[in-house]
């Protein structure tokens, strides 16, 4: 009898399983993963503007961007007073500390293009109104106000704001315009007149001296695998919407930091630019 038992407990078909490791998801909760992959993307017109981004053959690793541009979340505002120049490096930092970074240009147009079908706008091949209709720069919609602005991958807003990024690559290379570096704006946005293009090709910059424009704002980037404290970076978040400017949140961050409670997010009092351009 006992003979019986030890010979089915040694049997391989009732042995005990291995334990299971949950699989960590390669992107932080609430960003979407993109890439890899390499395409011709950028102006086919031969006449492209001196600020497009001409036809190039672009290559992305992957990569994970937020499907608002920040503070990153349906029902935020946008900041009410653009990213300076000037404020980047610190931006570069502070986005760091919370497991985040600036997008590449060729990230940002991998994404706002859908990669191979290099869309000039977000929602398709011809201008849309579906993004603030009303174009009224001094009180623009929440974040995802227009549940039609939203790219063939689900990312919303793209062709309203562009976009602050870290300029390298090929993109850089061949922008026909001398501008400061390492840094440059990438994306049309809502207005008519914009001299860089209206599409997903225009690509700018501005120098230290510049101040900051409304419609340059940012849209967050990360690296696969890349987990830091998720608690963190949602508080942050919510401290950014609250104090409503880039400057502000910068200076909220520099006064309360990752270690920061969600009280400190809730009950700041409004903060100062630590550098301001005025």
């Not at 699989?23 to 890439?35: K, N, Q, R």
């Not at 503070?71 to 502070?94: C, E, I, K, S, T």
């Not at 704006?185 to 409304?214: C, K, M, Q, W």
């Amino acid at each position: 009898m006992w003979l019986l038992l030890l010979i089915a407990c040694d049997s391989p078909g009732i042995s005990p399983e291995a334990p299971r490791v949950a699989s960590v998801p390669p992107c932080p909760a609430g960003m979407i993963d993109l890439g890899p992959g390499s395409a011709p993307m950028g102006s086919a017109e031969t006449s492209h503007g001196p600020a497009e981004i001409p036809l190039l053959d672009i290559q992305v690793e992957r990569f994970c961007i937020d499907p608002f541009p920040f503070p990153g979340q349906a029902g935020d505002h946008y900041p009410v007073d653009g990213l300076a120049f000037r404020q980047l490096p610190a931006w570069d930092r502070l986005l760091q500390a919370y497991g985040r970074r600036l997008c590449t240009p060729e990230e940002l147009l991998w994404a706002s293009a859908a990669g191979p079908a290099n869309l000039p706008y977000a929602t398709g091949s011809q201008r849309s109104m579906l993004c603030e209709p009303q174009d009224d720069w001094e009180r623009m919609a929440p974040l995802g106000s227009w549940p039609a602005c939203v790219s063939p991958w689900g990312l919303y807003d793209f062709n309203v704001m562009s976009s602050w990024a870290t300029a390298s690559g090929p993109i850089d290379l061949a922008r026909e315009e001398s501008h400061p570096k390492p840094y440059a704006v990438v994306g049309g946005t809502s207005r008519e007149d914009t001299y860089y293009a209206p599409t997903n090709y225009g690509i700018h910059s501005h120098g230290l001296e510049d101040f900051p424009y409304y419609d340059d704002q940012l849209r967050v980037c990360a690296d696969p695998g890349v987990h830091a404290d998720p608690a963190a970076w949602q508080i942050f978040r919510q401290a950014a919407a609250n104090q409503g400017s880039f400057g502000a949140a910068l200076a909220w961050h520099r006064a309360y930091g990752p270690g920061a409670s969600v009280h400190d997010a809730w009950a700041a009092p409004p903060m100062a630019d630590p550098e301001p351009w005025w």
